[in-house]
């Protein structure tokens, strides 16, 4: 049982900046969220092939990824959160579902012990402004993309860590990835990037 400053402090930390509170998941899989975004929309974002290697960042308990394992059923879906709370909720919802073709890495806060060049897409949904260390992961994203590798972020209305679209495009073009697309408008939206091969 938590204590009641215990669940203070849960409550302090889910309504402020940091790292989202694994013990408030369960508010993530509210399906009122597709109002703002839904896994089909944002399925549709990320241009995926059946045979995609997809990495999710920060994934929390899933709410989109289960849609993204089922179109690639060829492919792979690594689901990677700083939290390994986050990551065992995902893997139960995503076991339930039946869904084989899932991975789960635990993130450091720093380096991604993958080699370059592994996926075809890597995005994320409310969690750029959580990350600490935003230019490391960003050439992190770099490094591990493919050559024309898509980059997708997604920021929604509610989050306190939200960014900016142009707080966005510039820390992903400082890391050399070039602007392809956006979608939706300042207070909910998807922007793409692509990792186009430097000579
Ligand atoms: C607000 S939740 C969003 C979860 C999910 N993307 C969604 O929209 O339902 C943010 C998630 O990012 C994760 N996170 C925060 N910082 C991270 C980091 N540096 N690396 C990986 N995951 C991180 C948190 O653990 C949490 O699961």
Redesign the pocket.
Known sequence: MLRKTDKQNILNRFASKG??P?QM?FT??IPL?NIFLSPAQLAGRLELNTDSVVM?????????SPRIAGIISKGRLIL????PE?LEYARKRMERKGLGNVGYYR?S?ERFEFPESTFDRIF????IG????KDI?MSEFYRILKPGGILSV?E?AG?P?KLTISEVRKLAESHAFSFYRQYGNEKNYTVNFKKIQRI
């Open positions: 790292i989202f694994f998941a993530l899989l969220r999710e960042v920060g994934p929390g308990p899933g709410y989109f990677a959160d700083i939290q986050m993130c806060g994320m949904v409310t969690v959580e990350v600490e260390n992961y997604t929604l989050d860590d």
